[in-house]
């Protein structure tokens, strides 16, 4: 077996299903099995796959998992030579030459220092994704895009869009050093994937593949962005349906998680009471907001909630 496609699957039923249409139709003659854990989905995706996909090795969760546990469980049912990791909110182009599944499983095949692979992401306009081709995180990262009110002009100045976020070429394939490959479409070969443990499921949504990555290029490999696939993401399905609050928490959480991890106990330090400080300093501001827009009351509302449960993070 060439390649194991691993998915998953949680309340997005209709995106799952263009998602699996849009593989079937770009597999080409590619030896190729298609594994989809549903992390107990309320929605009839189940249903559906097993139905319209009798070919996808279905497995089906009695409750969320999260991504972490979800992915290692379906990478330990696949056999393929390299996996690929893919979020349901995936849609691969009609392929015009060579299917994008082809195309990838060459460029890793022809290269054996290429620990990770990831695709070009899309929106559906066709405009690059570059948020999710980020910096990897750093201290200076942490204080100017989440405890600063500076995110926003980042983005739109260009030295600090590079010198902050990302400065990926999206039209040239190239080995990254200081970018992170997103976990929306990582291929890698299974044998390192094994080596390395698979992912980490010390977090239970986020930067699970910041992490990974940290990890391959410790382990002597390199990660290799790879213009010449392409692939429309959607974005944010599942974490959507999230509240205010669990987004807070669990993307700070996580990214302390992070740092604990692969930096310093005094940088760890720091991270988690700046995270606390830029909640109970912001929660004042947005609830007198809410006064006239019940939005920023929930989230003055989640901000406080946060600086407590947090205090034991």
């Known amino acids: 077996m060439t390649l194991s496609i691993v998915i998953l699957s949680w309340n997005t039923k209709d ?14 003659d590619l030896e190729c099995e298609v594994i989809v854990v549903d992390n107990d989905s309320q929605d009839g995706s189940a249903e559906m796959i097993e139905k319209e996909f009798p070919q996808v090795k279905l497995i089906k969760n009695l409750e969320n998992i999260g991504f972490a546990r979800g992915n290692n469980q379906g990478f330990c049912e696949s056999r393929g030579e390299y996996v690929l990791f893919l979020n349901s909110d995936t849609i691969a182009p009609s392929p015009k030459e060579k299917s ?8 890793i095949k022809n290269d054996n220092k290429i620990g990770a692979l990831a695709p070009k992401l899309v929106y559906p306009d066709g405009e690059f994704q570059d948020e ?44 990254v050093s200081d970018i992170n490959l997103p976990g929306t479409a990582l291929l890698m070969p299974s044998k390192l994937c ?7 499921e010390g977090t239970f949504y986020w930067l699970e593949d910041v992490d990974l990555c940290q990890r391959i290029k410790k382990a002597g490999y390199k990660l290799y962005y790879f213009a010449d696939a392409e692939i429309i993401h959607l974005g944010g399905a599942s974490s959507a349906m999230w509240d205010d609050f669990k987004k807070m928490y669990n993307f700070r959480k996580a990214y302390l998680y992070y740092f604990r991890k692969h930096k310093s106990a005094f ?9 606390i400080l830029n ?3 912001s929660a004042p501001f947005l609830l007198f907001f809410g006064i006239f827009k019940r939005r920023f009351w929930k989230k003055g509302i989640a901000a406080l909630k946060f600086s ?6």
Do not use: H
């Not at 995106?15 to 080409?28: E, G, H, K, P």
């Not at 994008?100 to 460029?107: G, N, Q, T």
């Not at 407590?308 to 993070?313: I, K, P, Q, Y």
């Open 100 to 107: 994008y599944l082809r195309k990838m499983v060459e460029a």
């Open 132 to 175: 999710f081709f980020r910096k990897i995180p750093s201290l200076a990262q942490t204080f100017w895009l989440y405890l600063l009110p500076m995110s926003k002009l980042t983005y739109k100045i260009d030295f600090l869009r590079k010198r902050y976020l990302t400065d990926i070429n999206p039209e040239k394939s190239v080995f």
């Open 267 to 275: 940088q760890s330090f720091l991270v988690k009471w700046l995270f």
């Open 308 to 313: 407590w449960r947090f205090l034991g993070a």
């Open 194 to 200: 094994r080596d390395l443990g698979g992912w980490d």
């Open 15 to 28: 995106l799952t299903r263009n998602c699996l249409r849009s593989i079937f139709d770009n597999v080409d």
């Open 279 to 281: 909640a109970l300093t």
